[in-house]
Antibody, heavy 122, light 108 residues
């Protein structure tokens, strides 16, 4: 059974740092595209970052230069290192597996974790 | 950047009703669209991918259609467990993704 479990959220002051983890089971993180998606309180979904199976990484403009996505292959775990945090980064952060419909470039998120709340406040 | 809009932003419906939600992209995205259902305090759940493909395990009362800029999610007969917020998501600009603002389906 595929499962994603996030951890590492909490309260942090503006300008601070936090590292989120996403432990996967039932599949191999390094063989898949993996992503982080966030949701501010009472708001919609916002894509944050993706890491390809080959290791390439991409970021939303809102977090570029401040956040880093990575993975630990032997631990089968995805990470999001968040630096220079701002109040507007306050959100529930979800990790999700990215798949593409067979023979297409129609990518989507098929499995999601339960989310971890990050609150940036003084 | 590709912008996504959804209409209506909310809809009140009764059990058994047919509900249709529309998603529009600011430019053509072929069939690179997915739909998700989210209940309060829970993670989103994939319903439809590639505009019209039903995710395994999702009830057949859910269906998707469309291509280019205009897409539709239809619930043929609303059930009590379907009251939730629904989001569309485009992948034409992969590796970046954009979600629609959501449509809340609540009880009439």
């Amino acid at each position: 059974e595929v499962q994603l479990v996030e951890s590492g959220g909490g309260l942090v002051q503006p300008g601070g740092s936090l590292r989120l983890s996403c432990a996967a089971s039932g599949f191999t993180v390094s063989s898949n595209y993996m992503s982080w998606v966030r949701q501010a309180p009472g708001k919609g979904l916002e894509w944050v970052s993706v890491i390809y199976s080959g290791g390439s990484t991409y970021y939303a403009d809102s977090v570029k230069g401040r956040f880093t996505i990575s993975r630990h292959n032997s631990k089968n775990t995805l990470y999001l290192q968040m630096n220079s945090l701002r109040a507007e980064d306050t959100a529930v952060y979800y990790c999700a597996r990215v798949l593409a419909a067979a023979g297409t470039a129609s990518y989507y998120f098929d499995y999601w974790g339960q989310g971890t709340l990050v609150t940036v406040s003084s | 950047d590709i912008q996504m809009t959804q209409s209506p932003s909310s809809v009140s419906a009764s059990v058994g009703d047919r509900v249709t939600i529309t998603c529009r992209a600011s430019q053509g995205i072929s069939s690179w669209l997915a739909w998700y259902q989210q209940k309060p305090g829970k993670a989103p759940k994939l319903l439809i991918y590639a505009a019209s493909s039903l995710q395994s395990g999702v009830p057949s009362r859910f269906s998707g259609s469309g291509s280019g800029t205009d897409f539709t999610l239809t619930i043929s007969s609303l059930q009590p467990e379907d009251f939730a917020t629904y989001y569309c998501q485009q992948a034409n600009s992969f590796p970046s993704f954009t979600f629609g603002p959501g449509t809340k389906v609540d009880i009439k």
